[in-house]
């Protein structure tokens, strides 16, 4: 484990306590032992890590330590720690009983969370448990006096601090983040004291406190804090103490995950404690005067580092255990000099985990979701990219299908002999990759036996079977087992694959370090396909993460948030974050001092938290070394600016040059250097080591492997009989107790001191040996060419949201990106929004017809006009061809389709609800050529977007062209990303493989549509579906559904709706098309592509001249998010499948400014959001309260943001209690919304379900419409002053409404559609409907609890991000 500073003073041990085993690792003088066991064991003892001690400690002392003596810490010197205890806690839903504190109107802000459905294709909805038991609101409220999209840029200045004694009389002071805040009311110290007193005497001990505003104005958490302490709270978390960062959401679950578990933890460190001697940790080394000697003890964080036992929190807890592993793989296998970055891939039992390290230091997240709890934190970027050895095989639709569900430990695998499922581990096993004679005999009832070969043969022989029952495709055993590896690897490359091009990085320049159960059977394919080269495998691979822990560094993270804008010429703003950098260092200092640390010994990594005025990507810029300087930055290590500029190219290919950067927050993380780790690196061995063949005399057996193509002989090595500077080439096994190593044909091994590396040779890529006769569709090759068809609109996806500037598509994911044919037809899209679905196949094959035989290759076309497969105006799309290598052929399109904020027409953020004519709704372009032969016409989108649109009456262009501008860059590129991804795939397996598979994606999707609607036929008897369902106006939308079960087809008819109308609900067609696409794959319920053969069973009739049929300039705003719901409502209902759900958006967008025709044009802003509502109950479910339903998902803006970045204030954002509909199973509740402008601003609301309630089914109850209101000022009116100014010939003057006695408030009724002017201090109210409920009321409820596979998995930065996207 390499040496000490300080001189040796015992025994070193190092724990990783995992789900399933423990492993220890000790060290004295110099000799490493290792223990592995199980976690769990209560015949042989209480507690593992103890035990793991007790093991160690009587090897080194040579003496049996009788199990129960308490060990004496005088001969350890340090025992280091991860633990699942956090992580376990939070699974299992078992940590303490908490009440969550919170501003009053923000109680239920952790049930409505960001308001986006995880799943977007589950009608039944579910959203994580929230982890308090109580909730108290406070009667206190901040707010920031100045906003982020003010035109003119004002702030204000304040003197007074907060946290100051003067602080408590002053109305605005300045926060922590240096920007003023108002305080608007202060809150009651005594009615505090009475209802926490009452929480107090319910029986909950520990509190969770997260305050608006808190993490810049503390005063009143503090406050909260304090009397909390004063009735005897045992723990209390403050969000401001914990993570002082923006974002209200996160801040509270953070707060309520560290109330939850900080009590958990504390319980087992103390039960851990008592089982030694002497004290543990600093505390107990500092206190052992007379007694026996303290040991040091520190466990390991999230974060990557080290904290004293005391300190050692929930919140920080969580990644415990696999942090050890990515501290271990950096600093064993990442060389300073050559600075190779290093893929993390640690693959066991029951998840994969990757993840990446790289110039010379931890890649952190600030938030992550684990169990389903967001955490604010910093937290190493580790992503579950799939199940482990225990994903379950299925042969489904006609596809070969691995995980997400797992066999877990208990059943296991099939051949744990306890009857479990087939798995990964399985086919491994029957293919001769995994040695039963390496692995300990503890199977079957007695736990005695080892593995069972014949159990996995009879599962795959199983799958076999249905694939040849269902497909009529002979496939041998061989073939099965190794097909499902084949996809098994595809399922984990696509994860890792888009992690690394996320921020990036190009795989294929990385090297590939395995560690974990799993991982060396995978790693040569794994790396393979993502390019890599070279694979590491440490000597203690299997325990690498305990190993890690030994070689892991102390840590103290600091942060303070800011708000400065980097001024490279004012010097006093450099020297204000410079002041604040030095003050956090000397605390950090300070704590690192009191473990034990010299000066010497504590380095310091420099952070600002920066991003771009107007967007929110902030970056985390590390502090530039001397050598980055001198070599960047003319020397100067405090140019952060530059740093920045140069970062957000990297990552996100562009920078805004014309923008300020904004500091966000102030960090440091101090490092206290324990030990050193003095083995050589991979590349000093490589270059000294002496290379000699392997003796064949040295092999342990031989066994039949399968690789592709066949079963080979393959000798079986121990890794114990090979000595340093082996090689040994492919096919081979290698194996030790713990783990086995598959080197390929094609690969060789070297075994080092420390490491075994793996060199992959360079193969011929293109696979493509089809002939030119009848092609058979091979279930494995569908398998994978669905997934990399969706692994490329996914990139596309990324490419989009990391290079666009607009909050709506960066973090809205108002867009959607998609591959086409060469006719046209989707071939797979990833659609954050299921409006898009089936609309943009149409919008394609229009603009193919119009430019055929006069597309160039770089040619990029626009469109957004209703009549060409558009939706609604704002929503661009931009299509680009795919050539073959001639250039004379189109293969393929490349498209995405993005909404943007504002396009110009009669109301800001481009959605009015008075709209009558299109033009009212902004520029709509019906076929532009926006790219010529790779040549950005910017003129011509200046032209389109802000001048045409300000020719028609009362319109005026887009008021933030510069937007539109970067956000249609971003789009051409994500494009470009999507036909150079193709360009690859075809060189990979050739154009006749990839248009083959192309075809057979669609035909299989068109083959489970038609299953459907056989089930479906069935069900009903065969007698016609239908139903009548209506828009508030009283138009009707009508349908009927005849099915013929022999075909597999289906027509819907639109006959009976009612006709276009002079106003903006008119749906283009293509929208009818997204919502029968999205309905059909709801009630498949399972996992299919969705492309162009979704539709080929389904005839569409929509009657001309119909409101679903309009006309070429019929106005159409409202189509798209208010009439695709109602045709999603009426489908649902006449197929029975759930009651409705709140059938709108629920559309807001207020703003000033613009360019209107006639008048001087005004800078200004717009924006636009959608609210959440009610979910309709089902058979087996329950309806959801609070959450965007059917065919939109967006997140909605955080308070705390929403406030900073515009001038409002949000009174309340709650759940509508009692709106969903009663019933067996009750409809969910719609939300409040309660926001007053602290400007004069125009107001715009375009909402449905005002009238019309959403039907309940099967007996259950409607639920309630919804309802705007318009809180005003108005004047009072007295007949006195009336007559009075009458006699006197008095004119009416306009009076400020704070000042007149003479006002009253009014609450006014603004109808489902309307805009009106708001003054200052007025409210808008939105209350949107519930969801209806599901039969009648009183009968026994019979809701489905379903577990979800994926609910265990770390999401890091990536999971954050699919979170958002389509589960497809």
Not at 51 to 78: N, V
Not at 616 to 621: G, N, T
Not at 853 to 868: A, C, F, I, W
Not at 881 to 901: C, E, M, Q, T, V
């Amino acid at each position: 484990m390499g040496s000490s500073q300080q001189k040796d003073r015992g025994v070193r041990i190092a724990i990783d306590r995992g789900g399933t085993f423990t492993d220890c690792v000790g060290n004295y003088n110099g000799e490493d032992i290792v223990i592995k066991l199980l976690s769990v064991d209560p015949a042989n003892y209480d507690d593992a890590p103890l035990e793991g001690i007790r093991r160690i400690m009587s090897h080194f002392l040579k003496k049996e330590i009788p199990r129960g003596q308490p060990l004496d810490t005088a001969k350890i010197d340090s025992i280091r720690m991860g633990t699942t205890v956090a992580t376990n806690a939070l699974l299992e839903r078992k940590g303490e009983k908490i009440a969550m504190v919170v501003t009053k109107g923000f109680k239920d802000c952790l049930v409505i969370g960001n308001q986006s459905r995880p799943k977007i294709f589950d009608l039944a909805i579910r959203k994580p448990e929230v982890l308090y038991s109580a909730v108290v609101e406070v009667d206190e409220r901040v707010t920031l006096e100045d906003y982020a999209e003010d035109p003119e840029r004002h702030l204000t200045k304040v003197d007074v601090k907060a946290g100051t004694a003067e602080a408590k009389d002053a109305n605005l002071v300045m926060g922590l983040s240096g920007e003023a805040v108002r305080i608007l009311q202060r809150p009651e110290k005594e009615t505090i004291r009475s209802k926490l007193q009452e929480i107090y005497d319910s029986g909950i001990r520990s509190i969770a406190v997260c305050l608006m505003h808190a993490y810049t104005f503390p005063d009143h958490e503090a406050l909260v804090g304090e009397v909390a302490r004063e009735i005897g709270f045992t723990h209390i978390s403050l969000s401001h103490e914990l993570m002082p960062m923006i974002k209200l959401v996160s801040r509270a679950t953070s707060v309520c995950a560290d109330a939850y578990l900080t009590p958990a933890i504390k319980k087992y460190i103390s039960g851990f404690q008592k089982g030694f001697a002497g004290g543990l940790g600093t505390k107990g080394v500092k206190e052992s005067g007379g007694g026996a000697k303290g040991a040091r003890c520190e466990f390991m964080q999230s974060d990557g580092g080290l904290v004293d036992v005391d300190k050692f929190t929930g919140l920080k807890a969580i990644l415990s255990g696999p942090a050890g592993g990515v501290v271990g793989y950096a600093i064993t296998s990442y060389d300073e000099n050559t600075k190779i970055p290093v893929i993390g891939f640690d693959m066991g039992g029951t998840s994969t985990d990757v993840s990446r390290y790289g110039e010379g230091r931890y890649d952190h997240t600030f938030e992550t979701t684990t169990a389903g709890v967001t955490i604010q934190s910093p937290q190493l970027d580790i992503n579950t990219v799939a199940a482990g050895g225990g994903s379950m095989l299925f042969f489904r639709n006609g596809l070969f299908v691995v995980g997400p569900e797992s066999a877990s430990a208990h059943p296991g695998p099939a051949c744990y002999r306890k009857g479990g499922p087939a798995t990964v581990t399985d086919a491994n096993l029957f293919l001769g990759r995994l040695l039963p004679e390496f692995f300990p005999k503890i199977f079957g009832k007695n736990e005695d036996e080892g593995l069972d070969p014949e159990a996995s043969r009879i599962k795959i022989q199983e799958l076999a079977d249905q694939i040849k029952a269902e497909t009529g495709k002979e496939m041998d055993l061989d073939e099965v087992a190794y097909g499902f590896l084949t996809v098994a690897n595809e399922t984990m490359t696509r994860p890792i694959r888009s992690i690394t091009e996320a921020k990036g990085h190009d795989t294929s320049k990385h090297r590939l370090a395995t560690f974990g159960g799993a991982g060396g059977q995978h790693a040569v394919a794994i790396a393979e396909s993502l390019g890599i080269k070279q694979i590491l495998i440490h000597r203690y691979s299997s325990v690498l993460s305990a190993y890690g822990m030994a070689l892991a560094d102390v840590v103290d993270e600091r942060q303070e948030p800011d708000s400065s804008v980097w001024k490279a010429d004012d010097q006093s703003v450099i020297q204000g974050l410079k002041d604040k950098m030095e003050a956090l260092k000397e605390k950090s200092r300070q704590a690192l001092r009191d473990q034990g640390f010299e000066d010497d010994q504590i380095v310091f990594e420099e952070y600002l938290n920066m991003r771009y005025r107007g967007t929110e990507s902030a970056l985390m810029i590390i502090k530039p070394t001397a050598e980055d300087a001198e070599k960047h930055y003319n020397g100067n290590d405090w140019d952060f600016a530059s740093a920045f500029v140069r970062h957000h190219r990297y990552e996100f290919g562009f920078t805004l040059e014309e923008r300020d950067i904004v500091v966000d927050d102030v960090r440091v993380r101090g490092i206290g250097k324990s030990f050193r780790y003095e083995e050589k690196s991979v590349d000093e061995q490589l270059k000294t080591v002496q290379k000699k063949d392997v003796d064949i005399q040295n092999k342990h057996s031989e066994a039949k492997v399968y690789f592709e193509g066949g079963r080979y002989d393959t000798p079986i090595y121990k890794l114990s009989d090979l000595s340093v500077g082996t090689v040994i080439k492919g096919p081979a096994m290698l194996a030790d107790g713990t783990q086995t190593i598959v080197v390929t044909p094609k690969s060789t091994a070297l075994v080092l001191e420390t490491h075994v590396v793996v060199d992959i040779e360079e193969t011929d890529k293109n696979k493509d040996a089809q002939g030119d006769g009848e092609r058979e569709v091979d279930p494995i090759m569908l398998s994978i060419f669905g997934h990399r068809f969706m692994a490329i609109a996914e990139q596309m996806g990324m490419a989009l949201q990391k290079t666009s500037v607009s909050t709506n598509v960066k973090e809205r994911l108002d867009f959607s990106c998609a591959i086409f044919d060469g006719n046209g037809g989707l071939v797979a899209n990833a659609p954050h929004l299921p409006v898009h679905l089936g609309s943009m196949s149409t919008c394609v094959r229009r603009q193919a017809e119009i430019w055929d035989g006069k597309l160039r290759k770089g040619d990029v076309l626009m469109t957004n006009h209703p009549s060409y497969g558009g939706t609604h105006l704002p929503d661009v799309t931009l299509i680009m061809p795919a050539f073959n290598a001639a250039g004379d052929k189109i293969l393929f399109y490349a498209a995405s389709r993005a909404h943007h904020a504002d396009i110009g027409g009669i109301t800001a953020g481009s959605m009015p609800p008075h709209s009558r004519e299109l033009y009212q709704e902004g520029a709509a372009v019906k076929s532009e050529k926006l790219v010529s032969e790779g040549k950005f016409n910017e003129d011509r989108v200046i032209e389109l977007f802000h001048k045409e649109p300000a020719k028609n009456p009362g319109c005026s262009g887009t008021r933030c062209l510069a937007d539109n501008i970067n956000d249609l860059r971003a789009q051409v590129s994500a494009n470009q990303k999507g036909i150079s991804l193709i360009e690859t795939l075809i060189d990979e397996y050739g154009e006749d493989t990839v248009q083959f598979y192309m075809v057979a994606i669609q035909n299989n999707a068109e083959q489970q549509v038609r299953n459907l609607l056989r089930t479906v036929h069935k069900r009903f008897q065969g007698q016609d579906l239908s139903a009548i369902d209506y828009m508030d106006d009283g138009s009707p939308i009508q349908l009927k559904v005849t099915i013929d079960p022999d075909a597999g087809e289906a027509v819907f008819d639109f006959a009976g709706t009612g006709p276009e109308v002079y106003a903006n609900i008119n749906a283009p067609e293509a929208i009818s098309y997204s919502a029968i696409i999205y309905t059909l794959r709801c009630m498949i319920s399972e996992d299919i592509p969705l492309n162009q053969g979704c539709l080929v069973p389904v005839t569409v009739k929509i009657p001309p001249k119909s409101l679903l049929s309009p006309s070429d300039n019929a106005a159409v705003v409202g189509g798209n998010v208010l009439t695709s719901q109602r045709i999603t409502d009426v489908i649902f209902k006449a197929f029975q499948a759930c009651a409705a759900s709140q059938g709108c958006c629920n559309n807001l967008t207020f703003g000033f400014g613009g360019n209107v025709a006639g008048e001087n044009e005004v800078k200004g802003f717009g924006y636009y959001e959608t609210i959440a509502g009610g979910s309709g109950a089902g058979p087996t479910w329950e309806g959801t309260d609070g959450v965007h339903v059917h065919m939109t998902n967006t997140r909605i803006t955080d308070s705390e943001i929403f406030e900073r970045r515009y001038p409002v204030l949000l009174r309340e954002f709650s759940i509508r209690k009692g709106s969903g509909g009663k019933g067996k199973h009750r409809g969910g509740d719609g939300v409040v919304r309660d926001i007053e402008f602290r400007l004069p601003l125009q107001v715009s609301i375009l909402s449905e379900r005002r009238v019309y309630r959403p039907y309940g089914l099967a007996g259950g109850e409607d639920a309630q419409c919804g309802l705007n209101l318009w809180v005003r000022k108005v004047k009072k009116a007295r007949w006195e002053d009336t007559l009075r100014k009458i006699q006197n010939g008095e004119q009416d003057q306009e009076e400020d409404a704070d000042k007149v006695d003479g006002y009253e408030e009014r609450v006014i009724n603004l109808g489902a559609k309307n805009s009106a002017p708001m003054i200052a201090g007025d409210r808008i109210i939105i209350c949107t409907p519930g969801g209806g409920g599901w039969g009648k009321s009183g009968e026994e409820r019979e809701v489905d609890e379903i577990e979800d596979p994926m609910g265990t998995w770390k999401k890091g930065s990536h999971g954050a991000r699919l979170d958002l996207a389509l589960q497809a």
